[in-house]
């Protein structure tokens, strides 16, 4: 075993693909698992403990929409007696006062609830689905309610960003202590509805300047995380702190993956936790260790300053618009395909969005 790399922070436990929404920036692979392939309850509870004896702090809890799992206070229980820091991520479709309450009673620690809208129409559209807004708000009453701390999700596009404020309001409005302002990241089925959902730069700005007047407004009242579109960045995040530095996901059929999108890189094997521990998996996996650190890296990123700090960027991003998973991501300034990758945004932006192509379990 690899006993040199440090041990997870997080894990994404993303118990199931099943979902009630059909939202066109969904960040779930573009094959979906089908129900009949998910971990069964034995085996979810066998991974949580390899988690925590990994030194794994906590689990999110995700899909999909993990409410359809039955088991899902039995998993939060679990993770609770393990001393695992436990997050519920759901749509709230489904919730009901019951469920909040046993989500409460079983020791669940937090949960964030998607926003697609603060208006019911453009809610609808762009979760594709109906009633939404309506049952979102009754979730985020049942959550607080059952004294759950509360982050509202809202993803942002060139479609609701005129009600950033307005989304502001209502977080606040749900009683929740914190609002994650997240453009759209263009992977997976986003990168198929890129046209439709890539916001001008003057958009960008006029969010920017929203944001930070009200984090300086609604300091002590409400937590304001701001997340930006790569495609007008100079410079790359560190996506997810670092290829298999402090986070893996683990999808409905148990293949372990350093990031959600990760599996668009078709050229990697990712390992089972039906047929490896995590700790093996974590240390020794040949997908882990392919972009992990800084030794893979090329120029100009294995002479930046930045490298420990950015990570390289995004593997799924680099081969999206560049083929090559090792590459530069895009993001940076410093990459042969940053101009291109700014003209991409600004022509999609500029012209008329073209309907949405939704994404629907089949």
Known sequence: ???????????????????????????????????????????????????????VLQVHFSGGEPLVRTDLETLIAHAAKRGLYSNLITSGMTMTAARARALADAGLDHAQLSLQDTEAEGADYFAGSKHSLAKKQAAAAMLREAELPLTINAVMHRGNLAHLEAMIDMALALDAGRLEVAHVQYYGWALRNRAALMPTRAQIDVATEIVTAARARLSGRLVIDYVVPDYYASRPKACMGGWARRFFNVDPAGNVLPCHAAQTITSLHFDTVREKSLGDIWRNSAAFNQFRGTDWMPEPCQGCERREIDWGGCRCQALALTGDAAATDPACGLSPQHAMMHEIAVAEAAAPAPEFIYRRMR
Do not use: I, K
């Open 1 to 55: 075993m690899n006993e040199a790399v440090a041990p997870p922070m997080g894990m994404l436990a993303e118990l199931t693909h099943r979902c009630p929404l059909a939202c066109p920036y969904c960040s779930n692979p573009l094959t979906l698992q089908q129900a009949a392939n998910e971990l069964d309850t034995t085996t979810w509870l066998r991974v949580l403990d390899e988690a925590a004896g990994l030194g």
